[in-house]
Nanobody, 115 residues
Framework: QVQLVESGGGLVQAGGSLRLSCVAS????????MGWYRQVQGKERELVAL???????RYGDAVKGRFTISRDLAKNSVYLQMNSLEPEDTAVYYC?????????WGQGIQVTVSS
């Protein structure tokens, strides 16, 4: 069973940067996908960014050009570098790992951007 632990969230002023980390343990596959999603209370969870083990990347429209996803296969980790943060980026950010029909979510981490 895979476990995911997120870190790096917090409070930042608009225009600032944060870097989120997610470490997978248990039974992660080296050919899986990992990604970040976010959710604001009362709204649906949305894709922020995903990355495959082969390097393919996808970004949500709201973060293109500002956020960068990367991963370290040896460390079973995925990172999200968030630059030029806006108050609209305030949300709980969730790490997700999936392979085939199997998926795991992290517990979520709060990111708050003040104006």
């Amino acid at each position: 069973q895979v476990q995911l632990v997120e870190s790096g969230g917090g409070l930042v002023q608009a225009g600032g940067s944060l870097r989120l980390s997610c470490v997978a343990s248990g039974r992660p596959f080296r050919t899986n996908f990992m990604g970040w999603y976010r959710q604001v209370q009362g709204k649906e969870r949305e894709l922020v960014a995903l990355i495959g083990s082969g390097g393919i990347r996808r970004y949500g429209d709201a973060v293109k050009g500002r956020f960068t996803i990367s991963r370290d296969l040896a460390k079973n980790s995925v990172y999200l570098q968030m630059n030029s943060l806006e108050p609209e980026d305030t949300a709980v950010y969730y790490c997700r790992e999936w392979y085939g029909q199997s998926e795991t979510w992290g517990q979520g981490i709060q990111v708050t951007v003040s104006s």
